[in-house]
């Protein structure tokens, strides 16, 4: 299996301010073949399904706002939130697809300071 | 708008079997890998498993010999068992819509249902 590790576990931003979150896996997600690296991120409010937010690590799911972003390749992966807004509180994961079973990170809970 | 509806018990005893549900609708069936994923309360998420149109099924080894994924392409729904309940199967369940690259890796998930709260206890 995959192992998918976020880091950190929580994280305090203020409002406007940039929040990063990583995610690395326990081997490469990358798809020679095509040069996709085969990741996802979700967001998930409480009370709420996972909301798929990022695939392919940097494409960006319609209707996303593009203060999200993804990035990364092979291992490490980054999450990006440009300007926290008060909407963003949320526990947001990591997904792999490259192998099965598909793995998700353990998540990362991000606050308003 | 594509929406995924799923119902089913949600309180079981230990050694019962959970059956959940998922309808899809405003979407097509075909085409696509339709998924169940688990989370236990305050805790992280689990692929369980999933089937595609064909009726083709792949489970994740940790739950493989109590799983069972069924699917209805006349009426759009998929299906979970799961036998042999324990308090550690206990999480909220969910159906997903997976789209995955032909010939290439697993899917990643752009619809889920609501989550059905499985509980299981004595």
């Known amino acids: 299996d995959i192992v998918m590790t976020q880091s950190p576990d929580s994280l305090t931003v203020s409002l406007g301010e940039r929040a990063t979150i990583n995610c690395t896996s326990g081997?490469?997600?990358?798809?020679?073949?095509?040069?996709?690296?085969?990741l996802a991120w979700y967001q998930q409010k409480p009370g709420q399904p996972p909301k798929l937010l990022i695939y392919?690590?940097?494409t960006r799911e319609s209707g996303v706002p593009d203060r999200l972003s993804g990035s990364g390749s092979g291992t490490d992966f980054t999450l990006t939130i440009s300007s926290l807004q008060a909407e963003d509180v949320a526990v947001y994961y990591c997904?792999?697809?490259?192998?099965?079973?598909?793995?998700f990170g353990q998540g990362t809970r991000l606050e308003i300071k | 708008q594509v929406q995924l509806q799923q119902w089913g018990a949600g309180l079981l005893k230990p050694s019962e079997t959970l059956s959940l549900t998922c309808a899809v609708y405003?979407?097509?069936?075909?085409?696509?890998?339709w998924s169940w994923i688990r989370q236990p309360p305050g805790k992280g998420l689990e692929w369980i498993g999933e089937?595609?149109?064909?009726?083709?099924?792949n489970y994740n080894p940790t739950l493989k010999s109590r799983v069972t994924i069924s699917g209805d392409t006349s009426v759009n729904q998929f299906s979970l068992k799961l036998i042999s309940m324990t308090a550690a199967d206990t999480a909220i369940y969910y159906c997903?819509?997976?789209?995955?690259?032909?010939?290439?890796?697993?899917?990643?998930?752009?619809?889920w249902g609501q989550g059905n709260l499985v509980t299981v206890s004595s």
């Open positions: 392919w690590a940097s």
């Open positions: 089937i595609n149109d064909d009726g083709s099924t």
């Open positions: 997903a819509r997976g789209f995955r690259v032909v010939h290439s890796g697993w899917p990643y998930f752009d619809y």
């Open positions: 997904q792999q697809y490259y192998s099965s079973p598909i793995t």
């Open positions: 081997q490469s997600v990358l798809y020679s073949s095509n040069n996709k690296n085969y």
């Open positions: 405003g979407g097509s069936f075909s085409g696509y890998y």
